[in-house]
């Protein structure tokens, strides 16, 4: 053996495969919670989700592009990419699951008493951020929302997040 080689070749081998193994076993784990998440959000707040799903990887967050949902009669999105993000260790209790949607070009329909409410029936979002829990009943609270498109505004924050800077660059309030 040559006195400068710190492992043989089996060696390298073998740390090269347990290495691979590893980056496979996490990028399965991270997958799996993607698909957890995904399927959280359909079940509690009883929505369907069409789109093409995409993982993102170590980041506990995936996105839906070209994305259409429906929930319940209040709002159905046509068509949008947006991002879902969540913190992994929520999973584990399977109780509360805090969430932070964001989207830009959202063609949205506000549905039945919303539209109403809103005075608007479909509108394109330039920017659309929510911060929500669910738990097993649905939507348990929400943290903050944020929706604008030219012709329309609307926002909503709750006063202990107030430090917190929304996305599309305006201060809590």
């Not at 498109?149 to 996305?167: A, C, G, H, V, W």
Request: net charge positive.
């Amino acid at each position: 053996m040559h006195k400068g080689r710190i492992l043989s070749r089996k060696g390298v081998r073998k740390t090269l495969l347990f290495a691979f193994g590893g980056a496979v076993l996490i990028f399965f784990v991270f997958l799996t919670f993607d698909l957890q998440v995904c399927q959280e959000l359909k079940s509690r707040l009883k929505i369907s989700i069409q789109g093409k799903f995409e993982p993102s990887f170590l980041l506990s967050s995936f996105y839906l592009r070209n994305a259409q949902l429906t929930w319940k009669e209040k709002v159905r999105l046509i068509s949008g990419d947006f991002k879902v993000s969540y913190k992994p260790w929520q999973l584990l209790g399977k109780r509360n699951l805090r969430i932070e949607l964001e989207g830009k070009n959202l063609d949205v329909e506000f549905l039945g008493k919303w539209a109403e409410a809103q005075g608007v029936r479909k509108v394109t979002l330039e920017s659309f951020y929510a911060d929500v829990a669910l738990d097993r009943q649905g939507l348990r609270e929400v943290y903050a929302v944020d929706a604008r498109s030219p012709s329309f505004q609307f926002r909503i924050q709750r006063t202990e997040n107030k430090d917190k800077r929304l996305p599309s660059g305006g201060e809590k309030s």
